[in-house]
């Protein structure tokens, strides 16, 4: 299996619930291009929603030494 690539992390922050007033329970980021957002356990669910936008299909927890990652397009960790 190919390594992704390692990413840059955008700010420790969710935009969108940042603009729309929400607080988030997690963030992930996104290992194809680091945006940063809320996951599904959280009201907005944006990490989601960027790969919706993008086809960007992996995300890890923004945490330091997590190894936890999640595939959006076969739905499991990897």
Known sequence: ???????????????????LGQTWTRLLVCLTCGWVACSDDSRGSHARAHYRETDHPVVAVLDPGSTWRWCYVHRRTV
Not at 1 to 19: F, H, I, S, T
């Open 1 to 19: 299996m190919p390594l992704l690539p390692a990413v840059e992390p955008g700010l420790p922050e969710c935009k969108e619930c940042l603009a």
